[in-house]
């Protein structure tokens, strides 16, 4: 089972990540867990970002998320290719090869959780950008190429209920 939380940067999806990992954990899943990659990307991101950065970062989710694939049998992930995909086409415009490939790639997640913006997530954290019109702009890209690509996922609402979400996708996990 391959879980991820998307939407747009500044919104919690890392420590809804890291809450989703630890309480599937305690249910005795064997859980890896996919960090954000773009945070490593050596190349300028954010409202500055470039096809090669974005691609770079795009293509190294990709290949963290097989590595992990193999080695465990739930892999969380703070990030999906699709929200990833988001910040390339609003970066450096349309590529419809890569399109293709995310919307494929998207079919191999069991769960995405969109998490809606909050603006108290929002906080200088060193990486990633601080501008609300930005964020916005994120957020209504990837609300645009979910539908586009008819990508299903389901609107975060509690940690709670992703939790029971992925016990049920897994169909191993006992009853919380």
């Known amino acids: 089972m391959k879980v991820a ?27 890896g867990f996919l960090e954000e990659v773009a945070r490593r990307c050596p190349l300028p991101i954010n409202e500055g970002t470039s096809l090669d950065a974005q691609t770079w970062i795009l293509m190294e989710t990709v290949r963290r998320e097989i590595e992990l ?11 999906s290719v699709i929200d990833n995909y988001c910040y390339l086409e609003l970066g450096a415009g349309r590529r419809e090869a890569l399109f293709q490939l995310v919307a494929y790639w998207s079919t191999t997640y069991d769960l995405l959780f969109k998490v809606p913006i909050r603006p108290e997530y929002l906080q200088n954290d060193g990486t990633r950008s601080t501008d609300r019109a930005f964020q916005r702009a994120i957020d209504e890209k990837l609300d645009a190429l979910l539908d586009e690509a008819g990508i299903d996922y389901i609107d975060f609402t509690s940690l709670e209920d992703a939790v029971e979400q992925a016990r049920l996708a ?3 996990l006992p009853i919380a």
């Open 5 to 31: 939380f998307i939407g747009t940067h500044g919104v919690g999806k890392t420590t809804l990540a890291y809450g989703l990992a630890m309480r599937l954990k305690q249910l005795g899943a064997n859980v």
């Open 69 to 79: 694939h193999e080695l465990y049998t739930e892999v969380v992930c703070d990030r």
């Open 170 to 172: 897994s169909g191993r």
